[in-house]
């Protein structure tokens, strides 16, 4: 393939599971990677990053698995610019039908500084560990970090080596989300111009949201010859974020009279892997989030709501239905069976077995017991719960919890561990605090308390609340949800969620696993 703006495809590289997981906080089990990467994987996504195999054990397994089970995208893996690194990723992508390694060092005069090493040393470098790539894996993609701060004269030259070495795609980062959509563009277009050797390369962009101008930056990199987009799902990443995949995806296609570009992204799909990656890495979407966001096709003021009755163009530019919200949004009750519920979560996007069907079945019957309309946000919340039910060691049992004014608040609590019911009956400062108290009460525990996020799901004191907790131990972190009508039972049953997956975090680390050691300032 070759950069000239002729070429209307663009590819899309999804970092999500590389990127996006390096997001503190947003770790995701073994099972988690493997099912967003069968969802990439489905929606047309063409390079999947799976991971950096290095890091960890848990890392190496899963981009091994990934790239096992792939059937579409290319299973791409990160390395250091060393030859350990890079011999483990091609241990861990070579069975993929199709394997990419992805080989980077910073080359700005900052990044230089970290392994001390002198211009030419570095030159050297990048040639030896590209080389090596490219003599293991037909297909190796080069990144300079920090490009965008990286003194013109140089890039040029380490992209060329690169080039010449036998990389195939040059990446190009804007690590801190520095850059701005014209430099963007003049940057690329620049490189594939001076460089020898660029027009037998592909070109990709890879933005992060510091100053809240990915998307824009890596649609400009495109208009300026880039052809591969690199992104995550929800824009999910260290600091603000990487361009989020959604964005260039929809942009490209509401907008395609000015970017005449496409890619094969199936966009039905959107909704669904928004979903369930804000499940499993514990990072809610915020409302007005541009494609994903709950308000994103909400039109809620008179003005607007009269002017969609009229005409929907009025105010919409896309279809929900073209990332994948379903148009009718009928609540479900207290008599509706088990076939309604797997068809609204077959509208949702949720592709549900008979035994899951059974589980959600019995937590919907209870919700609406309680709760006159289920409506699709409630639907979607008991999916996000009472995930790893089944194995999880500690349960909440019952609690009932005195507050209001007059005193402090006090939480009776039984708790199962490891099958045994304990009780607990503990004071606090609210009701919250009183429930988590006595969950540390029966099981002792150090971990600190790093996010607690509730939500209503819906409108009306009846609502769901969803609760989100997010707890670190000695580095371990682990997130747990849950929704309830009832605030405090969803609060004490997230904080139970999050300590059960640490302690499958840290039964796994005794193993070496999911333990971060990489260390993201030694990058030689
Ligand atoms: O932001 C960045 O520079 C990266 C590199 C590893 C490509 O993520
Ligand atoms: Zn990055």
Redo the contacts with the bound molecule.
């Keep these: 393939m070759t950069n000239t703006t002729k070429q209307d495809r663009v590819l899309i590289f999804d970092?999500t599971l590389r990127?996006g997981e390096q997001s503190p906080g947003a770790t995701m089990t073994h099972d988690e990677k493997i099912e967003i990467a069968e969802m990439l994987d489905d929606m047309g996504v063409d390079i999947i990053e799976a991971g950096f195999p290095i890091a960890s054990e848990g890392d190496f397994k899963a981009v091994s698995e990934i790239a096992e089970r792939s059937k579409n995208s290319r299973i791409c893996g990160?390395a250091r610019a060393n030859f350990t690194d890079i011999d483990r990723c091609w241990e861990a992508i070579k069975h993929a039908e199709q394997s990419r390694i992805?080989t980077?060092i910073g080359t700005s005069e900052l990044h230089r500084a970290i392994p001390n090493l002198t211009m030419d040393e570095m030159a050297d470098k990048i040639h030896e560990t590209v080389s090596h790539a490219r003599n293991l894996c037909e297909n190796v993609q080069w990144?300079p970090?920090?490009a965008t701060r990286t003194e013109w004269d140089y890039l040029c030259r380490v992209v060329e080596i690169a080039i010449k070495a036998g990389a195939t795609t040059i990446?190009i980062?804007d690590?801190v989300g520095y850059t701005a959509p014209d430099e963007s563009a003049d940057l690329i277009r620049n490189l594939i111009t001076t460089v020898p050797g660029a027009d037998e390369v592909v070109f990709a962009t890879?933005c992060?949201n510091d100053l809240g101008m990915a998307t824009a930056n890596s649609l400009a990199a495109v208009a300026g010859g880039a052809r591969q987009i690199e992104c995550t799902i929800n824009g999910l990443g260290e600091r603000a974020g990487n361009t989020a995949l959604e964005e260039v995806v929809m942009a490209l296609k509401t907008r395609n009279d000015i970017m005449p570009w496409h890619t094969g992204i199936d966009t039905t799909k959107i909704m669904a892997i928004s979903r369930r990656v804000a499940t499993v890495s514990g990072f809610p979407v915020q409302f007005n989030k541009a494609i994903v966001g709950k308000n994103a096709f909400a039109h809620e003021s008179g003005i607007h709501q009269d002017g969609m009755l009229k005409n929907r163009e009025n105010f919409e530019i896309m279809l929900p239905e073209d990332v994948g919200l379903s148009g009718t949004s009928l609540p479900l009750g207290k008599h509706s069976g088990r076939a309604a519920l797997r068809d609204k979560l077959e509208h949702l996007g949720f592709d549900v077995g008979d035994n899951q069907l059974k589980d959600v079945f019995v937590r919907f019957k209870d919700l609406a017991d309680r709760k006159k309309e289920v409506f699709d946000d409630d639907i979607i919340a008991l999916m996000r719960t009472g995930e790893d039910a089944e194995n999880d060691r500690l349960k909440l049992v019952t609690l009932r919890v005195a507050c209001g004014t007059g005193g402090p608040a006090e939480a009776t609590m039984v708790m199962s561990v490891d099958g045994e019911n304990k009780t607990a009956i503990c004071q606090g400062d609210g009701p919250v605090d009183a429930a988590f108290n006595a969950v540390r009460e029966v099981h002792p525990n150090k971990a600190h308390l790093q996010l607690y996020q509730v939500h209503a799901v819906t409108e009306g004191t009846d609502a769901q609340a969803t609760v989100s907790v997010r707890l670190e131990e000695d580095g371990n972190i682990a997130t747990g949800q849950s929704a309830d009508t009832d605030t405090v039972v969803a609060s004490a049953k997230a904080y139970i969620h999050a300590l059960n997956r640490l302690m499958v975090r840290r039964g796994k680390m005794g193993e070496g696993a999911d333990n971060r050691e990489i260390n993201w300032k030694d990058v030689t």
């Design positions: 970092t990127d990160l992805h980077f990144s970090m920090d990446n980062p690590t890879h992060h």
